[in-house]
């Protein structure tokens, strides 16, 4: 199975690329990852919330095959511990799903459409990140659960 992780808008700060790269060649340890920057929708300004939310999904919705399973990274998503989390996504890499979609929303989370699509809804914190900040944290939990996964040392109970 093929791990790919979905984002809106670039990172704007070096720092931030420089660590998600780091975990991004760790992983290549153990699996298929692939990152998509889906390039931010033109006029955002001038769009209200939910019109903004409908494009925004509507560039995920347009890329996802029916054999998919999306996992929204969501702040009313399941909140897992890092042990947790890998024991979920070792459920989710048996599973017969070809790929195993991640999707990291706008500044306003995802559409109605998007939520409907979705088989899972994942939480990283009770606290509010950057969605840059979020790209470095759930690529490092991906690497550890792939530790812990592994039996090894990286993760310390």
Known sequence: MKIELWA??????????EGFSIYQKRLGRYLKFTWTVFSDVKNAKNLSEQELKKKEGQLFLDKIRPQDALILLDENGKQYSSVDFSNFLQRQLLSPQKRLIFIIGGAYGFSDD?????NFKISL???TFSH??????????LYRAMTI??????HHK
């Not at 840059?132 to 939990?141: D, G, K, P, S």
């Open 8 to 17: 809106i808008g670039k990172t704007s700060f070096p720092y931030l690329e």
């Open 114 to 118: 998007v939520y409907q699509r979705a």
């Open 125 to 127: 914190s009770k606290m």
């Open 132 to 141: 840059q900040m979020v790209r470095l944290i759930f690529v490092e939990q």
């Open 149 to 154: 996964l592994n039996n090894e040392p990286y």
